[in-house]
């Protein structure tokens, strides 16, 4: 039996990134699509538990069905595996993103919160990105790597628990220096709303930001990047923060 893929993204189920994600995976078996109507960047984790959430049919052909809804990235997993799918997946994708998802960049990715559920639900999961935010991005360098990384998963696995958080380069793929496994930088996003008016002379804001990063050390994936390799950072929904344990327990337990 062919393996079974199931798709999602965070930039809308007619972005091109999730067209080219298709293309290069559809020869490693049956592909379902569920993704949504509406842009989910930015969702982390988030489910829809307000409204309902409804579904339609884009395409359905041989070995390839594509769906939407109208929920977040998470929503669209969930439902993709739970009721769309004629079986367990094998395996879970989430991407191609627009822009990059490397260090803190995961906790807010909409691309990402999809590939952590589904790891924490206990399905293989590999998120991509590609370090380049116009929709009408060059995603052909993506193309040799997705397959690299899927091939490898599908006959391999992955550890229990642990997803895959590819970012990908913005460069001709024959630019790319190979790949690299590597932790999380640490940084963070120094966030501000600009105040603006509209119109009618009422106040809205939109949110601004810098990415502050200053851990561009060997070994990171921000390095790795820098540098012209793929960065494979893997991720655990995990936020223990193990090397603390032991000292707030000598200040707290009593």
């Given amino acids: 039996m062919r393996p079974l893929i199931l798709l999602t993204n965070d930039d809308t189920v007619h972005a091109k ?15 379902v699509v569920m993704s949504s109507d509406v842009n989910g960047s930015g969702m982390s984790h988030a489910l829809t538990s307000a409204v309902p959430l409804r579904t339609r049919v ?16 998470v929503d669209c997993f ?17 991407g191609i993103n627009n822009g990059s998802n490397a260090s803190i960049n995961v906790v807010y990715s909409g691309t990402m919160g999809a590939v952590i559920e589904a790891s924490m639900k206990g399905y293989d999961a590999i998120g991509f990105s590609l370090l380049n935010h116009d929709l009408d991005a060059d995603f ?38 190979g790949m690299r ?22 106040p809205y804001w939109w949110l601004t930001g810098e990415f502050i990063c200053d851990d561009r050390e060997p070994g990171s994936d921000i390095h790795a990047l820098d540098n012209g390799y793929v960065s494979i950072v ?15 327990q000598q200040r707290y337990e009593l």
């Fill in 78 to 94: 969930d439902l993709g595996a739970g009721y769309y799918s004629p079986r367990r997946p094998d395996l879970v994708l989430s």
């Fill in 17 to 31: 990134g999730l067209r080219v994600l298709i293309d290069a995976v559809r020869d490693f078996g049956d592909i």
């Fill in 58 to 73: 884009v395409s359905e052909e041989e070995g390839l069905c594509i769906y939407s809804c109208n929920g977040t990235p």
């Fill in 140 to 177: 052909s360098a993506c193309v040799p790597i997705v397959r690299k990384i899927v091939a490898d998963v599908l006959k391999n696995g992955l550890p229990k628990g642990t997803s895959l958080n590819v970012n990908i380069p913005d460069l001709p793929y024959e630019q790319i220096k």
């Fill in 234 to 248: 893997p991720t655990h929904f995990d936020y223990t923060d193990y090397k603390n344990i032991e000292s707030l």
């Fill in 181 to 202: 496994v590597c932790r999380q930088s640490e940084a963070f996003w120094a966030d501000s709303h600009e105040k603006r008016i509209d119109p009618i002379g009422k």
